[in-house]
Nanobody, 118 residues
Framework: VQLAESGGGLVQPGGSLTLSCRFS????????IAWFRQAPGNRREGVSC????????YYGDSVKGRFTSSKDNNENVVYLQMNNLKPEDTAVYHC????????????WGQGTQVTVSS
């Protein structure tokens, strides 16, 4: 499986960005898909996960109500809509496959940088 993130950039606090993750080599419909982020010197932080078996979506406490994850099985693309961005959201964002939505990531892309700053 290959994953490629895009859509990062520099945005002011309170702004919005939409990240995309394109999958190749597998059918997206069969995989739980997660987003996680990592800032320099920090541990990985789970942002979201779509559980295809349960039909549920999970979000980290720090992004609940501001971020929304969705997927397009036909296009094999996963999105992360990020609203009301804060400086503490600054990190490299990765999409990943996650067998049980527990943070045990199996495959992930190289990531896309999101910087929130005025």
């Amino acid at each position: 499986v290959q994953l490629a993130e895009s859509g990062g950039g520099l945005v002011q606090p309170g702004g919005s960005l939409t990240l995309s993750c394109r999958f190749s080599g597998v059918a997206l419909a069969h995989y739980n898909i997660a987003w996680f982020r990592q800032a320099p010197g920090n541990r990985r932080e789970g942002v979201s996960c779509i559980n295809v078996i349960e039909g549920s979506k999970y979000y980290g406490d720090s992004v609940k109500g501001r971020f929304t994850s969705s997927k397009d099985n036909n296009e094999n693309v996963v999105y992360l809509q990020m609203n009301n961005l804060k400086p503490e959201d600054t990190a490299v964002y990765h999409c990943a496959t996650d067998e049980f939505c527990t943070g045990a990531y199996i495959s992930w892309g190289q990531g896309t940088q999101v910087t929130v700053s005025s």
